[in-house]
């Protein structure tokens, strides 16, 4: 069993690595370019419900965006992750499996709401989690996509990841291969979601993989995880989002950096931490896909994931990713250049100890700015001899804007 499947992926792995040179004209893919003008936002299924999510529990995300104003702040894509996946029928066309009865119907529910529908498939024969994937029925499966509604397309590399393995190992000489590979996998996809006609937001997955963020926007993706798996704990959120500022000159509009999906209200962390994973996901101009059970949000999951102020930082529309400012062990400043010459500034303590700390506000160059306002307090706060103090918690942050 295990050799024929490695014969399979020799196989198919030859005639990926026929593919000729890709990048060339990608970049001015038309419907890639109007797409994703601010990081997107919505909530996507995996993080909380992973391959236990059904139909009804999209519903219910669905309506839970509306009822609990997140649809008003914003969150307007509704994304079904791995595992809604069926078999080919004999013509190949993909059917969803027994958990997503009507994927149509599906659609139609999430738009009468004036939502976005999402999914989720591979550029490999499998999903991640093993489910069919589209390798050799791209075209047909961007067409299936749209007729059920689709406006964006997670698009995970997965078990493609094992075709460029094997094509590695058939040419040592050809350094490239894989990643031409990838860069064509991504290419095709664009041009046959483009070819459906509607507008499909096209989400990049491969964990990062060969600096993904400098040739990302040219395969035509409208962003690009660019890590490996979030998991709801301080440690992993903190590891990748403090780890992003280096790269934020290859986000702006219509092609973000994405560091994967929100754990806000998954439980697994204290909400001085949830507060710094989403003020660090609005300083980097991060995607917002909430990541938690919206059905049973309590006041404190919705009070971060709908703080107004906050997501204005990551929607701001100048579109620049923000970066770290300075460090001093534990405590770092990250500053987010926003349009009308204003600054968002996040005073984090990665420490485990309750810490003060200072912001000289000429080092964002507004030494008497007309008002800083903290986010998450709301109150304002004032600067003594071109300085704010304050302190912040442990694992915490304390978010200014400050206006010129
Ligand atoms: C990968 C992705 C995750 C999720 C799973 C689904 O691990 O990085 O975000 O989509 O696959 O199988």
Redesign the pocket.
Known sequence: MRMRWLAVVIVLASVAGAQGPVVASAKDMSAAGSLAQTPPMGWNS?NHFAGKVTEQDVKDAADALVASGMREAGYVYVNV??TWEGERDPQGVLHANSKFPDMKGLGDYIHARGLKFGI?SSPGPR???GFVASYGYEQQDADLYASWGVDYL?Y?L?SFGTLMEAARDEHPEDAEIGNRMMKAAYVKMRAALDKTGRPIVLSL?Q?GWDDVWAWGASVGGNLW?TTG?IEDNYARMSTIGFSQGVIAQYAGPGHWNDP?MLEVGNGGMSTEEYRTHMSLWALLAAPLLAGNDLSKMTPETKSILMNKAVIAIDQDKLGVQGKRLSKDGDLEIWTKPLSGGSAAVGLFNRSSIATSMSLKLSDVGMASPSAIVDLWSGQRRVAKEGEVKAVVPVHGVVLLRVEP
């Open positions: 995996w992750d791995d989720y999903t991640c989690a997670k995970d997965c997955c964990y995880r798996d994967d």
